[in-house]
Structures are given as structure tokens and as C-alpha cells.
């Protein structure tokens, strides 16, 4: 088979890929207007002009799109949007407006964005375009992230908490020791845990940045890297959301983050001084605000990805990406965002869904499939036991724990053994320079 017959079936699969991309932001920005909420165009066309929410993020989205250019590109890019974030911020502070940064990288992108279509062809236009919808992929799953948790609001006014926080008295309730533990810690642990948490997609992209780091000299993308996993665990999380509205023990059994929830919706205010007792668990109202994000932790999930793909790092890579797991899984439970049996949930969905893209990769084969299978399985009978057998969990913690672990455990085991064996089958199949060679006579 020639290679134009071999691109065909590539670029009919891209085509639909964007044409079921465009339908599903179509279907959010139409399900946000509904709520009288932005969606996650209408909501990025302002930062254009406007004060962005994430500075950031708009220049982690403008790195990934620098990978594709020459280093002279990237100075001038980085200059150009530099200056614009100057001349906005003057015009604010004379207008005395709100103060922040991010315009720049913004005009930067879709300026490349117009120079792909109008002044590259061929190729070169192709790998422009890619790298231009790579950090916009950043930018607007951001904003796609946002609007599915004020949907969850919207639509999920009940809530699922009592299921997990009963649960979680198998798991010796993680979330009330690491909240008690944060505390005693002291403000400097308090604003580290904070940062990490807060700038999850920007740890991200500097791996990504990593892992993209020849693409210009090579003109052409890895077949895999962190942000294809990254974006797609962003985008079918917010789904079992809508499947398992929970909000957090903060919220439950707290104040809210920052002082900021709770109030009048909260069952008691005991976090993280006083576990809940053991009790028949029940759906409750919870307002029309606070996203039900919980189940899974995606936070976790992120984390989990960074820390796979760092493996394949430099020393100080891999130290990094432990570090930002660990980190962020203390964030988590330490504030109260999450319950303990959210982040085996995390774990256990990152990881397949990880699988999922390197099966997709290299092609779809028994093993592929039955990895992604058995992650689906243990993933899917979490949720389930999580909602019909917490009483039974927490009454019979030395059972229930083991076997939580146990599969969180199987599948990250399953994970890193068919992994090892693709690449070792990779390797095989890699003949050595000597074998190819003619036999000389």
C-alpha cells in the first residue's frame, strides 16, 4: 500500500475527530446559554481584549505552540507577546482597571494561527496549524474544564456525599488526618500545597514542552505525549461527574474552600476536627454553585499522567513529576477537596485512560484491549460499591480496605507490565543496522 492510500483512512479520521470536536463545543456553548453562563468559546473571545483569568495558562498554551518554530521565532514571539502584555497593563492601571496579564500569548497564537493559512502551504502549513491547536487545546480545555463544573451545578442538585464519606471510614478517613496534618503544618506547607494545586496545567505543559522539544528540528509531532492524555482525561471526567455529583468534605462537613461555601448546605461543621459517624447514607440538596466535582479526582488523575510520562525524564524530571504527585495528592485531601476514595477513583481512571491512548497509538492488540477492559471494570466497580456498599465498607474496614488497594493496585501493576512488554516487542522488532545491510560476497 502507497503512502497516499495509507494517509487516506488518517485523514478521514481526523476529519471526523473535528467534526465531532466542533459538535461537542457547539452542544456546551448552547447547554451554558441555557444557564446563563459563558461556554468555553464565548467565554476565551474576551480575554482578546479583556482581563484574562489565567495568565499562565495563555503562556504555557503559547510555549506548546512554539515547539514547531525555529528559536528566532520563538524570541520574536515571545517579544511580540510580551509587549502587547505591556501595553495592556498601562492602559489599565491609567483606567484604573483590573490588573492582569495573558493578552499577549493570546494575539500571539491566533496571529500564527493567520500566518499558517495565508502564508505557509504544504507541510510546513500542517505542522503550524498542529502547533497552534496544541496550545489552544490547553487554553480552551481550560475553559471546557469551567463550564462542565457550573453544568454539574446546574444539573446535579443532589449530591452524592454521605455515600463516599461512610466509604471512606474503610480507608481510616484520609481526608480528616491529612486536613488536621496541613493545619499543624503551618502557612509556608499551606502555600506550597495551594501552588501545586493551582498550577496542575502548567506543570503539564513544562513536561509537555519536554517531551516536544525536537519537533522543530524534526518537523513532525511524537505519535504520543502528555497533553493527548491530559485533554482527554479533562474532557470525559466532568461525564462521570454528571453520574456521581459530589462536592467535597469541605463542603459537607466544612466552611467551604476558603471560607467561601458550606454555610446553611453543609450537614455539620466538623472538618477536619471531628469524623463523621458511621450512619445510613442518603442523597441531600446542595446549591446551584458549588461544581460536584469530586468523583473522580481529576487533580489526581492529572497528576498520576505527569508522573507516568516523567518516568522517560532525566533524573530531576522524574523527581519533579513525584514531587507534583505527591503534592497534589495531599492538596486534595489536606483543603478537603476530596475524599480518600476519589483519589483511588483518579488513579485507577488515569491509568486507563492512558492506556486507552497508547493502545490508539500503537495499534489495537488483545493485550491493548484487555488492559483498558480491566481498568474499565475495576473503575466502573468502584463507583458502584462506592454507592451500594459503604455501609458494608465501613463496618468492615480490615475487609474493605485490602481489596480497594488491592485493585487500585492490579491495575497500575497490569498498566506497567503490558507497557514493559510493548516496549520490549518494540524493540525486537527494531533489527540492527548489521542485519539490513546486503551480504557482501
Known amino acids: 500500500m502507497d503512502a497516499t492510500a495509507l494517509r487516506r483512512p488518517q485523514a478521514r479520521l481526523w476529519a471526523a475527530v473535528a467534526v465531532v470536536t466542533l459538535g461537542f463545543f457547539v452542544a456546551l456553548e448552547i447547554t451554558a446559554h441555557h444557564y446563563g453562563m459563558s461556554g468555553p468559546i464565548s467565554g476565551q473571545v474576551p480575554e ?18 512554539m515547539v514547531v518554530l525555529t528559536w528566532r521565532q520563538r524570541f520574536i514571539a515571545a517579544g511580540v507577546a510580551v509587549g502587547i502584555d505591556a501595553v495592556f497593563m498601562t492602559v489599565r492601571w491609567v483606567v484604573d482597571a483590573k490588573m492582569a496579564f495573558g493578552n499577549g500569548p493570546l494575539w500571539v497564537i491566533l496571529a500564527y494561527a493567520v500566518i499558517a493559512v495565508t502564508r505557509r502551504t504544504g507541510k510546513e502549513r500542517l505542522l503550524l496549524l498542529k502547533g497552534v491547536g496544541l ?60 501552588f501545586v494545586y493551582g498550577q496542575l496545567p502548567l506543570a503539564a505543559a513544562l513536561f509537555a514542552l519536554y517531551q516536544l522539544r525536537n ?24 461525564a462521570v461527574y454528571m453520574l456521581f455529583p459530589v462536592v467535597g468534605p469541605v463542603f459537607t462537613y466544612g466552611d467551604g474552600a476558603f471560607g467561601t461555601g458550606g454555610g446553611p448546605w453543609a450537614l455539620a461543621q466538623m472538618w477536619p476536627d471531628t469524623v463523621p459517624s458511621i450512619s445510613a447514607p442518603h442523597p441531600f440538596p446542595y446549591d446551584e454553585i458549588t461544581p460536584r466535582n469530586c468523583m473522580p479526582s481529576l487533580h489526581t488523575a492529572w497528576a498520576t499522567t505527569i508522573f507516568i510520562h516523567s518516568r522517560s525524564a532525566p533524573r530531576i524530571g522524574r523527581v519533579a513529576g513525584t514531587f507534583w504527585l505527591v503534592a497534589t495528592l495531599s492538596a486534595t485531601l489536606g483543603f478537603g477537596y476530596h475524599y480518600g476514595a476519589d483519589l483511588l477513583a483518579g488513579v485507577v481512571f488515569a491509568v486507563t485512560i492512558e492506556a486507552a491512548m497508547r493502545s490508539f497509538d500503537r495499534g489495537w492488540d488483545r493485550s491493548g484491549i484487555q488492559l483498558v477492559l480491566y481498568g474499565a471494570v475495576i473503575f466502573t466497580a468502584l463507583l458502584l460499591s462506592y454507592r451500594y456498599l459503604s455501609l458494608d465498607m465501613a463496618d468492615h474496614p480490615l475487609v474493605f480496605a485490602p481489596l480497594l488497594l488491592l485493585a487500585t493496585g492490579s491495575v497500575v ?29
Open 48 to 65: 482578546l481584549i479583556f482581563a484574562p483569568k489565567s495568565g499562565p495558562l495563555l503562556y504555557a498554551g503559547m510555549a506548546l505552540m
Open 135 to 194: 496550545g489552544m487545546l490547553l487554553v480552551v480545555g481550560h475553559k471546557t474544564g469551567d463550564t462542565w463544573l457550573l453544568i454539574t451545578s446546574k444539573t446535579r442538585p443532589d449530591v452524592l456525599d454521605q455515600y463516599v464519606v461512610t466509604a471512606d471510614h474503610a480507608l481510616g478517613n484520609p481526608s480528616w488526618v491529612a486536613g488536621r496534618i496541613v493545619e499543624a503544618g503551618g502557612p509556608v506547607g499551606s502555600h506550597v500545597l495551594h
Open 215 to 238: 519537533v522543530a528540528s524534526e518537523r513532525r509531532f511524537p505519535s504520543h505525549h502528555l497533553v493527548r492524555t491530559f485533554l482527554v482525561v479533562g474532557l470525559v471526567g466532568p
Open 413 to 441: 501493576y497490569g498498566y506497567v507490565r503490558t507497557t514493559k512488554r510493548w516496549k520490549t516487542e518494540t524493540a525486537r522488532s527494531r533489527k540492527p543496522e548489521w542485519e539490513t545491510q546486503p551480504e557482501m560476497v
